[in-house]
Antibody, heavy 120, light 110 residues
Framework: EVQLVQSGAEVKKPGESLKISCKGSGYNFLTYWIAWVRQMPGKGLEWMGVIYPGDSDIRYSPSFQGQVTISADKSISTAYLQWSSLKASDTAMYYC?????????????WGQGTAVTVFS | QSALTQPPSVSGSPGQSVTISCTGTSSDVGSYNHVSWYQQPPGTAPKLMIYEVSNRPSGVPDRFSGSKSDSTASLTISGLQAEDEGHYYCSLYTSSSTVIFGGGTKLTVL
């Protein structure tokens, strides 16, 4: 079974750093890009960026360029999303999702989400 | 690139059909068939329902169908069931290899 399993919920203070993870299993992790998607409380989905694990090429959505860092460790089939200095406005659910097997223009499997809460 | 436009809400009774629209421009939705639809029940992760305008992944009931006309893509759900409730999002994979989402539509089964 193809799965993406994300790390657990986080509660942080403004200014702190954070790195959340997304571990792929049941498929060749190197073959399909992994995207990160933000969903703020009560709001819609926002595409943050994507990493191609095979060559570590990364594409950020303009809104998130410079705000977060996407990375991956091929040896453990895991993608990461990190912040160097969190803000209250980073409070959201974060999902990872993999490129579709049947189409490169979609995502077909999503992680369960990681809730990030930032407050002082 | 602007978000795609969806109606905030739609509703229907069990057994009826509903259609959710997703409007872009001639430069995005009108030019590419890279439209997907996702279902998100409350408190859960999104689930892929339709890709490339009208293709259903394995396991998605054939009550769900997708289409496109000019700059508007549509998701139709026939034979509505209570389990269909939730939010639905369209998305477009753009020529710059990023994805834009619609604002989401809340489906209520009356």
């Amino acid at each position: 079974e193809v799965q993406l399993v994300q790390s657990g919920a986080e509660v942080k203070k403004p200014g702190e750093s954070l790195k959340i993870s997304c571990k792929g299993s049941g498929y060749n992790f190197l073959t399909y890009w992994i995207a990160w998607v933000r969903q703020m409380p009560g709001k819609g989905l926002e595409w943050m960026g994507v990493i191609y694990p095979g060559d570590s090429d990364i594409r950020y959505s303009p809104s998130f360029q410079g705000q977060v860092t996407i990375s991956a460790d091929k040896s453990i089939s895991t993608a990461y999303l990190q912040w160097s200095s969190l803000k209250a406005s980073d409070t959201a659910m974060y999902y990872c999702a993999k490129r579709g097997s049947a189409s490169r223009y979609t995502v077909d499997v999503w992680g369960q989400g990681t809730a990030v809460t930032v407050f002082s | 690139q602007s978000a795609l436009t969806q109606p905030p809400s739609v509703s229907g009774s069990p057994g009826q059909s509903v259609t959710i629209s997703c409007t872009g421009t001639s430069s995005d939705v009108g030019s590419y068939n890279h439209v997907s639809w996702y279902q998100q029940p409350p408190g859960t992760a999104p689930k892929l329902m339709i890709y490339e305008v009208s293709n259903r992944p394995s396991g998605v009931p054939d009550r769900f169908s997708g289409s496109k006309s000019d700059s508007t893509a549509s998701l139709t759900i026939s034979g509505l069931q209570a389990e269909d409730e939730g939010h639905y999002y369209c998305s477009l994979y753009t020529s710059s290899s990023t994805v834009i989402f619609g604002g989401g539509t809340k489906l209520t089964v009356l």
